[in-house]
Nanobody, 122 residues
Framework: QVQLVESGGGLVQAGGSLRLSCAAS????????MAWFRQAAGKEREFVAV???????YYADSVKGRFTISRENTKNMVYLQMNGLKPEDTAVYYC????????????????WGQGTQVTVSS
């Protein structure tokens, strides 16, 4: 059974940092692009960042320069380092494994985690 499990969310003050982790099991994802999305209350899920199998990275403009996505294929792990957090970063953050299609579109992803809550206080 394929599973993606996120961890590392929590409550942090504006300007602070968090590191999210995504543990994959059930198959290896080294050959897949892996991404982070987020969904704030009352809003649609939005793309945050993706890392390809060749370690190329792409970010949403809203997080560029503050967030860093990385992966450890030997451990089947994906990470999201979030610095300079802002209240507008508050959301549930999801890890996803890419299937086919545009990286920034949630429908392009085949597997999803259950999400981890990130709350940034002002």
């Amino acid at each position: 059974q394929v599973q993606l499990v996120e961890s590392g969310g929590g409550l942090v003050q504006a300007g602070g940092s968090l590191r999210l982790s995504c543990a994959a099991s059930g198959r290896t994802f080294g050959g897949d692009a892996m991404a982070w999305f987020r969904q704030a209350a009352g809003k649609e899920r939005e793309f945050v960042a993706v890392i390809t199998r060749d370690y190329n990275t792409y970010y949403a403009d809203s997080v560029k320069g503050r967030f860093t996505i990385s992966r450890e294929n030997t451990k089947n792990m994906v990470y999201l380092q979030m610095n300079g957090l802002k209240p507008e970063d508050t959301a549930v953050y999801y890890c996803a494994a890419h299937g086919r299609g545009l990286y920034s579109i949630s429908l392009s992803y085949d597997y999803w985690g259950q999400g981890t809550q990130v709350t940034v206080s002002s």
